[in-house]
């Protein structure tokens, strides 16, 4: 091999070698550029349009203003909100639901304009009403104003599993407008709304239980900035007015959904304080009316000081005595609510006076993670991860809240028994006085006490009320969603662009790989990089016309001067020769052989060298053909005896050129140039010419040019580029190893801007 090649660096990259490789696969490269350029245009406008409405809402976050003032305190206050807890309630389907009833997402209209099926929305002719029939695709052809025609085709039944065929039903009726259709598989009402402008629609209706499911996919809610309460909350859809109008509704519909929970939890508030108050009026009532009958009996109407100080003192402790039995009961029926765990999410904490604010906490904290527990259950079983840490986080609070609860109940019972202990004392004292004093003191008492928790009763009654009356959410709208011009996908732009790269990228590594899979011979470091047999030239291609003499046709063509390149090199192999016998061969036909005879035939007559061409490829007999002679006398005649040789030589039209065809093909090619009369044939041909040119048989078939080639001065091999197989040169080095005199390689048809001509000479081996 070339020890020149050798040395080439492995890693080294042939920037020429690379743009070679695709200019010569550059058609099929910008066929695939091509067609993964319309594959992405049609994709991109068969795909349906994506839009999405954004609006923005501020969620108000509350902090707790518990106290140890007043009972009520507490139950005014609804605890801090959490963004995150806001967040999965908008994105819940209990508020999709909400938004659901005010925009119709489930009725789907569509018609094909330019082969691309678009959704009406608002733009239908018709409106479906359905109640059976859900998610299946139904045809519509108008007839008239008054008729249509309705096809289903193929549908599977609902439940129907993907094995089962009998389950696959089909529909085709004309039917009127307005009358309700009740089937087998379907019951629906289709109503005509505006006059049809195409041929054909489609429409599918979404089953109910699927529409929340579907909406929540598509709809999202995320803070602005890391730490802000302003939430934006997105819609998509494939109709940009119905993403917009959903977007709107659920934005609206989850500010009414937290003003609906506060005026819940105002009704629960005055419902208790309701029941308190038409108690404690029953007793005042039953108070003022002893008092009067008392006076009237013992025309007592008035109290001592000392009996004044003891009954206001009594009337503080008995108040306070009310209150702490009132925050026991509530606590009393707290704890059996949590207990039983049913209606948490509605627990209410009116009347409890604590003075640690970590209960309502605590309390919110639970009821948030049931909220979040409910919502996930929707769409995960109860083996979710996120379930599950829900539920066991849940039973934790629980047993958190009721170990506190029965610590306030112990400590209210304590604070009970001080009240009790005191009420007692002044009770004593109360009996050391008069009877009718004592008595009278006693009534008073329990008149003041009474009158005191109405007055507060009513006076929260009218807070709860007025506060119920003008209930509204911290939570508000800021941004309402805008109509959205532009779709968010497809990128139609990036995705074309996308596709013609990809394209690129596919040829390139295509033509690559097939240059990688391509074992014929190109150019010349394909040849001086496996053989050491000399390149005597590179002969551009020929081009059209090849059966004409190019060197005689065009004589100033790269190709002629590559010829004559050619015989410079020859001229130098042949300096001690009388005569230069040359042959001429190849491994199969169809690699220029013949063509190469005789244009170097001619380029050697173009230098006053008298030359003579011989066509001893008996098999497939051409030469003649190329000069336009005839063939009834040549070679085969010659070597069976049945000629001279001055009768089988022809004259061509060029000076110093002639020919001896082949002559009628022979039964015996091969014993006919072993016979010994072709050394003989050349003996005399030395005598006569300069130069004896031999176009024999291809030696990968025949051993014809093997035996010629020993009687020759010179041995040209010829490749043909872009033809000849690599695995040609085991036939070519191993002929090199025989030591052939004058053996030498010929590579035609190269490209012309590959060409290159100067190669020195070549010494024939001693």
């Avoid at 509350?62 to 807890?85: K, P, R, V």
Wanted: charged share 25%.
């Amino acid at each position: 091999m070339n020890t020149t090649s050798m040395s080439i660096d492995e890693d080294e990259i042939d920037l020429g070698e690379v743009f070679s490789t695709m200019g010569t696969y550059k058609y099929m490269i910008f066929f695939f550029v091509l067609l993964f350029g319309l594959a992405s245009a049609a994709y991109v406008y068969f795909t349906p349009s994506v839009y999405k409405a954004y609006a923005t809402v501020e969620v108000g976050t509350e902090q707790s203003t518990l106290g140890d003032e007043d009972i009520f305190a507490m139950a005014m206050d609804s605890g801090a909100s959490n963004t995150d807890t806001e967040i999965d309630i908008m994105q819940s389907r209990f508020v999709a639901q909400k938004a659901l009833e005010k925009v119709n997402v489930s009725h789907h209209y569509y018609t094909t304009v330019a082969f691309k099926k678009i959704e009406l929305y608002k733009d239908s002719p018709f409106q479906v009403g359905m109640l059976k029939g859900y998610d299946v695709s139904f045809e519509l052809y108008p007839i008239d104003d008054k008729t249509y025609r309705l096809v289903v085709d193929e549908a599977k039944e609902e439940n129907a599993t993907i094995l089962s065929y009998d389950a696959v039903w089909s529909y085709d009726a004309i039917l009127p407008y307005g009358e309700e259709i009740v089937e087998e598989h379907f019951h629906l009402n289709i109503v005509k709304t505006k006059t049809s402008k195409e041929s054909k629609y489609s429409f599918v209706v979404m089953a109910p239980e699927k529409v929340g499911s579907f909406v929540q996919e598509h709809l999202s809610a995320s803070p602005k900035t890391k730490r802000s309460n302003i939430l934006e909350l997105s819609y998509e859809d494939n109709v940009a007015l119905r993403a917009q109008e959903f977007t709107n509704a659920l934005a609206k519909a989850y500010i009414e959904q937290s003003v609906e929970k506060k005026t819940e939890e105002s009704g629960l508030k005055l419902t208790f304080i309701d029941k308190q108050l038409k108690l404690i009026t029953d007793n005042l009532k039953s108070s003022a009316i002893k008092i009067e009958e008392f006076k009237k009996s013992s025309n007592t109407t008035s109290l001592n000081a000392k009996a004044e100080n003891i009954i206001m003192r009594m009337s503080d402790y008995e108040s306070k005595l009310a209150e702490i039995s009132m925050q026991e009961e509530m606590l009393d029926t707290l704890y059996v609510q949590v207990k039983s765990g049913k209606n948490l999410e509605n627990i209410t904490i009116v009347g409890l006076n604590m003075e640690d604010a970590g209960f309502s906490l605590m309390i919110k904290e639970l009821q948030d993670a049931i909220m979040n527990k409910k919502i996930l259950r929707e769409d995960y079983t109860e083996m979710y991860p996120e379930v599950s840490k829900l539920r066991r986080k849940i039973v934790q609070l629980k047993k958190i809240i009721v170990a506190t609860i029965k610590n306030l109940r112990k400590n209210t019972k304590e604070k009970k028994i001080l009240l009790q202990k005191s009420i007692s004392k002044e009770q004593k004292l109360l009996n050391r006085l008069p009877a009718d004093e004592r008595m009278y003191g006693q009534l008073e008492r329990k008149f003041s006490v009474n009158e005191n928790i109405y007055s507060y009763l009513l006076e929260k009654q009218s807070e709860t009320a007025i506060i119920k009356a003008s209930t509204i959410s911290k939570n508000r709208v800021i941004d309402m969603a805008l109509y959205p011009e532009e779709p968010i996908k497809p990128k139609r732009t990036l995705v074309v662009l996308v596709g013609l790269i990809l394209g690129l990228i596919f040829g390139i590594l295509l033509a690559f790989l097939r240059a990688f899979l391509d074992n014929r011979i190109k150019n010349e470091e394909d040849v001086t990089w496996v053989t050491d047999v000399p390149l005597l030239a590179i002969i551009p291609t020929i081009g059209k016309n090849s059966d004409k003499i190019k060197v005689f046709s065009s004589p100033k063509s790269s190709m002629a001067e590559a010829f004559r390149n050619l015989r410079t090199n020859l001229q130098f192999m042949a300096k001690n020769k009388r005569a230069h016998v040359i042959v001429m061969t190849s491994t199969v036909g169809g690699e220029g052989k013949t063509t190469m005879c005789i244009n170097l035939a001619g380029i050697m007559s173009m230098a006053n060298k008298k030359t003579i061409v011989l066509n001893l490829d008996m098999r497939k007999p051409t030469l003649h053909e190329k000069f336009g002679l005839n063939n009834a006398k040549g070679m085969s005649n010659l070597l069976s005896g049945h000629a001279k040789l001055s009768g089988v030589i022809q004259s061509t039209s060029h000076s110093n050129l002639d020919i001896i065809a082949s002559g009628p093909v022979p039964p015996n090619p091969s014993e006919l140039i072993q016979n010994g009369l072709m050394e003989k044939v050349l003996v005399e041909l030395r005598e006569m010419y300069d130069v004896i040119i031999l176009d024999t048989p291809p030696v990968g078939l025949v051993t014809d040019a093997k035996t010629l080639m020993h009687l020759a001065d010179t041995s040209i091999y010829v490749l043909r580029a872009n033809y000849s197989k690599k695995e040609f040169f085991q036939n070519i080095n191993k002929l090199y190893s025989e030591k052939i005199s004058g053996f030498g390689i010929l590579l035609n048809d190269v490209a012309i801007n590959r060409a290159n001509y100067g190669y020195g000479y070549y010494e024939d081996e001693k």
